[in-house]
T-cell receptor, first 116, second 115 residues
């Protein structure tokens, strides 16, 4: 079964509104989670590293005021897309790892965001 | 600088044949991990195979094997006996063991298996 759960899997929102995506680690505590964005026919690009109990670390070019990340507990990180615009329409996916090395990376199911 | 390079945007293979998907990487770390993922149209990331930089033998997982050539910095995925269900996007990724623990992905290869 899934060890990282992401919700919602699909969401449609109106331009100018905000939408929240949740990423939960089910069987382990994740002090660090990662958020990726994937535009159609492109690769996954890291948006930010979500750190439990502290501020997220954003990649260059990612607007921290637009993509709010909260990691208030060891099992939950949330990504809020604020004042969404059609160009924010994308596939968002989270991941978490149990250890620094090895094959210990688990992905959520991903969320398809459509802004109309 | 691009750390993961996949030079094949698309590949075709006949059902039951083998196919190799290319991946080269660049890192100055001595310790790192290399991953291959399959992404069907649903978007989920399906883990296929993993190779650690210190692993002496090439990784194998069922029909998947990783041709790891460390000196050349290549980590090609070999899929044997292709099946129609193998049609998908395939991503090579790397995680360096120093610094952040995020994956860096290549641009992907779209594989189409033909009957």
């Amino acid at each position: 079964g899934a060890v990282v759960s992401q919700h919602p899997s699909r969401v449609i929102c109106k331009s100018g509104t905000s939408v929240k995506i949740e990423c939960r680690s089910l069987d382990f505590q994740a002090t660090t989670m990662f958020w990726y964005r994937q535009f159609p026919k492109q690769s996954l690009m890291l948006m930010a590293t979500s750190n439990e109990g502290s501020k997220a670390t954003y990649e260059q070019g990612v607007e921290k005021d637009k993509f709010l990340i909260n990691h208030a507990s060891l099992t939950l990180s949330t990504l809020t897309v604020t004042s969404a615009h059609p160009e924010d329409s994308s596939f968002y996916i989270c991941s978490a790892s149990i250890a620094r090395t090895g094959n210990t990376i688990y992905f959520g199911e991903g969320s398809w965001l459509t802004v109309v | 600088a691009q750390k993961i390079t996949q030079t094949q945007p698309g590949m075709f293979v006949q059902e039951k044949e083998a196919v190799t998907l290319d991946c080269t990487y660049d890192t100055s770390d001595q310790s790192y991990g290399l991953f291959w993922y399959k992404q069907p149209s649903s978007g989920e990331m399906i883990f296929l195979i993993y190779q650690g930089s210190y692993d002496e033998q090439n990784a194998t997982e069922g029909r998947y094997s990783l041709n790891f050539q460390k000196a050349r910095k290549s980590a090609n995925l070999v899929i044997s006996a292709s099946q129609l269900g193998d049609s998908a996007m395939y991503f090579c990724a790397m995680r360096e063991h120093t610094g952040r623990r995020a994956l860096t992905f290549g641009s992907g290869t779209r594989l189409q298996v033909q009957p």
